[in-house]
C-alpha cells in the first residue's frame, strides 16, 4: 500500500452583498478531515473565511474580522467588483475573508499536499470557489484539486464548468474512501465508519485556528419534504446519533478547547428526539453543565411541548429559530403539512412558560415564494408578533432540484438554470408584478417595526398604496 498521503481541505471564500459569522462553520468538511485522520492520512486545513487573519491588511473598505456574543462575529471583508449579474442591485459587493496574500503565505508554509479538497455551501457563492482554487493552483500547481459539498452537489455541471477544480465529486461519503485509494493508492483504515453519521468520529473542530464555537450534527435528514427545501436530496436517509455520543462531543468540545456555545444544524433536531437528544440535554442538566445551545436552522414547531420547552430553557438554549414559513392554512399543507396556526401559538405559549423571553425567540417567515402574495407575508409578521415573538423574514433563495424549482424558474424573469448567482436570498429573483422588490422593502419595513413593538390586529397593510 502507498504511503500516507497529505490532503489539505480548504474552506474557500464567501462572496456576497452580506454574511455573518453567525454560527456558519465548514461542517462537512471538519467531518471529512476527522475521518481522514482516524484512517490513517495527514490533513491540514484552511479556512479562507476565518475571523482572525493572522495577515491582515489595510486598503480602502477593507474591514477585519470582529467577535460578538455567543461565539459569533463578522468575517473580514474587502469590496471587489460587482458581477454583472448583480448590476441593478445598489449594493456593495464583497469578498469575505482573508486576504489573497494571507493565503499564499500560509498555503506556502505547508507541505505540498498530494490531494486538495474544497468544499462548497451556498450555490450563489461559487465565485469566491473559483478565486480560491485559482490560488491554490497558483501555488500547487500540480496538485488535484477535487472540489465537493452542497453547490457542487446541487450544481455539478455548473461547478465542472467554472470551479477550476478538477473534478467535481458528488459522491456520498461511503464511496469516498474507494475513490481516494484509485486516486492515492492508499487505503484509509476506517473505511467502515464513513457509511453512517453514528459511526463517523466528532468533525475535527481542532483544525481550525480559533473555534469560538462548536457545530453540531446530531442527526441527517428529515422526514417532510417541502417543496422548497433541499434535504432530501442532500440527505435522502434519515439517521440520529445516540445520547452518549452527542453528550460526549460536548463534553470534549468543552474540555479540549474551552468552548461554551453550540450551534446545531439538523434539519430535525427535535424530532424523534426521545431516545437521543434528550438524555444527551437531560444528563447535562443533572450535572449541572451551563453551556448555551443555538439552533440558526430552525427547529420543528410541532415538538415544543411543554416539557420539551422545559428541557430546552433548563439545558441553555439561548437562540431558538422555530420554522413557521407561513400562516395561511392551504399554504402550510402545500408547503409541507409540518406546521398549523394553533400548533405555533401553542408552542410559543410552551416557551414563554418555560422561561424564555421574547428576543431569543425568532420565527422564520418565507417570503415571494412562488404563488405567495405580500399581504399574507405581512399577516404572519403580524401573528407572529401578537404571539409575543420575533419574526424573521427568509427571502426566497430558489434551490435546484427542489419541487418548487420548475415553478420558481417559470416566474422568474431571471435565469435561475444557468446563473446560480440568481438563488441569492438578497437578489430575490422570483421577484413579479404582483410580489415586487418594493413588496420586499416594505415587508422589511413592517418586520423592523413589528420587533420593536408587537403590532395590533390589522395594522400596517403592505399594499402598494402603503
Ligand atoms: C446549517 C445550515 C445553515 C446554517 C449555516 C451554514 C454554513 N455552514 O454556513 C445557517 C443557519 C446560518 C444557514 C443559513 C442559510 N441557509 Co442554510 N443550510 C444549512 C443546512 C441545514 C446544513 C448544511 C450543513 O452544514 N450540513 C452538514 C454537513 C455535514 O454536510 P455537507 O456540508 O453537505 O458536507 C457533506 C458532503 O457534502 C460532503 N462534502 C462536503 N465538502 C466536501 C468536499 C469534498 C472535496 C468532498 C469529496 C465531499 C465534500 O461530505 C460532507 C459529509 O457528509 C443546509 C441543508 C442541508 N441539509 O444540507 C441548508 C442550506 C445549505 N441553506 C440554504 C439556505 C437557503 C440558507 C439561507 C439563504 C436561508 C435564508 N433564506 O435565509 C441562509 C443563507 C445564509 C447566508 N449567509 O447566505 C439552502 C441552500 C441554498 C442555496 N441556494 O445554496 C440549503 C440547502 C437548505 C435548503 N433550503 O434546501 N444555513
Ligand atoms: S421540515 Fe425543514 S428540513 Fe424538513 S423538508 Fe421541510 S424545510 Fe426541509
Not at 476565518?50 to 474587502?78: A, Q, V
Not at 484509485?182 to 483544525?207: E, I, M, Q, Y
Amino acid at each position: 500500500m502507498s504511503k500516507a498521503p497529505f490532503i489539505l481541505l480548504v474552506n474557500p471564500w464567501i462572496t456576497d452583498f452580506a454574511a455573518h459569522d453567525l454560527w456558519s462553520k465548514p461542517l462537512g468538511l471538519l467531518s471529512l478531515g476527522a475521518l481522514l485522520r482516524d484512517g490513517g492520512c495527514g490533513v491540514g486545513l484552511i479556512d479562507c473565511v476565518e475571523r482572525h487573519d493572522p495577515f491582515p491588511e489595510e486598503g480602502p473598505g477593507i474591514l477585519p474580522g470582529t467577535d460578538r456574543e455567543y461565539g459569533t462575529g463578522k468575517f473580514p471583508r474587502t469590496p471587489v467588483e460587482k458581477p454583472p449579474a448583480y448590476r441593478e442591485i445598489p449594493r456593495r459587493y464583497y469578498r469575505f475573508g482573508i486576504q489573497p496574500d494571507s493565503l499564499r503565505r500560509r498555503l506556502r508554509s505547508l507541505p505540498r499536499p498530494d490531494l486538495i479538497w474544497v468544499t462548497s455551501i451556498m450555490t450563489y457563492w461559487y465565485p469566491g470557489i473559483h478565486q480560491t482554487v485559482d490560488i491554490l493552483r497558483e501555488v500547487f500547481t500540480d496538485t488535484p484539486i477535487w472540489l465537493g459539498g452542497i453547490y457542487a452537489r446541487l450544481c455539478p455541471e455548473h461547478a465542472a464548468a467554472t470551479s477550476g477544480a478538477d473534478e467535481v465529486v458528488t459522491l456520498a461519503p461511503a464511496l469516498l474512501p474507494a475513490k481516494l485509494e484509485a486516486a492515492t493508492g492508499f487505503r484509509v483504515r476506517n473505511a467502515g465508519c464513513w457509511k453512517h453519521l453514528g459511526t463517523s468520529p466528532f468533525p475535527a473542530l481542532d483544525l481550525l485556528d480559533h473555534p469560538t464555537y462548536a457545530p453540531l450534527l446530531t442527526s441527517v435528514g428529515c422526514p417532510f419534504r417541502c417543496p422548497y427545501c433541499a434535504s432530501a436530496i442532500l440527505q435522502p436517509g434519515w439517521e440520529r446519533r445516540n445520547a452518549p455520543d452527542i453528550y460526549d462531543e460536548i463534553l470534549h468540545w468543552h474540555h479540549r478547547l474551552a468552548v461554551v456555545d453550540f450551534a446545531f444544524y439538523d434539519d430535525a433536531l427535535l424530532l424523534r428526539a426521545e431516545e437521543t437528544l434528550r438524555p444527551a440535554l437531560e444528563r447535562l442538566v443533572r450535572e449541572g453543565c451551563r453551556f448555551r445551545f443555538h439552533t440558526p436552522n430552525a427547529v420543528h414547531v410541532r415538538a415544543l411541548s411543554p416539557d420539551w420547552c422545559r428541557l430546552l430553557y433548563e439545558s441553555g438554549f439561548t437562540t431558538l429559530r422555530l420554522g413557521l414559513e407561513t400562516t395561511r392554512p392551504d399554504r402550510q399543507r402545500e408547503w409541507g403539512g409540518k406546521v398549523g396556526n394553533q400548533m405555533f401559538l401553542g408552542a410559543v405559549k410552551n416557551l414563554l412558560g418555560a422561561g424564555f423571553s421574547r428576543e431569543q425567540l425568532g420565527v422564520y417567515l418565507l417570503c415571494g415564494l412562488p404563488g405567495q402574495t405580500p399581504e399574507e407575508v405581512a399577516e404572519a409578521i403580524r401573528v407572529v408578533a401578537g404571539a409575543g415573538a420575533q419574526p424573521y423574514l427568509c427571502e426566497y433563495s430558489p434551490v435546484p432540484g427542489t419541487p418548487m424549482w420548475k415553478e420558481a424558474c417559470a416566474v422568474s424573469p431571471y435565469d435561475l438554470a444557468g446563473e446560480p448567482l440568481y438563488h441569492n436570498n438578497t437578489f430575490f429573483a422570483c421577484r413579479r408584478p404582483d410580489f415586487a422588490y418594493e413588496d420586499l422593502l416594505r415587508l422589511k419595513d413592517l418586520n423592523r417595526a413589528s420587533r420593536r413593538r408587537p403590532l395590533e390586529a390589522g395594522a400596517m397593510r403592505p399594499g402598494r398604496e402603503a
